[in-house]
């Protein structure tokens, strides 16, 4: 049972998604250190409010703490923008040069004229209403 383990240990798979999983939340924490110590702030001298952590409102003496949900919402936008950008863009335009070109094959059949089947390029009548076809 040792060694199994040590083999699914050893696979490339779960040693990147353990290395995918370590960059990702370092990420996160420099994403969430951008929104709270610059952007919030900045967002809250131009609305006036001293900053998103503080702002609250209470209901029937609980207290709800919006400001924070503020800064996770933007938080999460920053990271998923990060992401696609530097990411899923380079990852599609990288795609898209690999792949072969599609070859243009020549069509192999035309419209019958009359009731539009298709058919073959040679054909001189059409096999469905027998409509002479040019």
């Keep these: 049972m040792l060694k199994e383990f040590r083999a699914f240990m050893l696979r490339g798979n779960v040693i990147d998604l353990a290395i995918a999983v370590v960059v990702g939340a370092a990420f996160g924490a420099v994403i969430n250190g951008l929104v709270k110590d610059l952007i919030t702030p900045l967002i809250a001298a131009i609305v006036g409010k001293p900053a998103f952590s503080n702002l609250t409102f209470t209901l029937h003496h609980a207290q709800f703490l919006y400001g924070a949900f503020l800064n996770s919402v933007i938080s999460f936008v920053l990271v998923a923008a990060a992401i696609f950008y530097i ?48």
């Design 87 to 134: 990411v899923v863009v380079p990852a599609n335009a990288l795609a898209a040069k690999l792949k072969p070109p599609q070859s243009a094959q020549a069509p192999t059949t035309k419209k019958c004229p009359e009731c539009l089947s298709d058919i073959p390029l040679q054909a001189r009548r059409c096999a469905f209403c027998t409509a002479p076809v040019q």
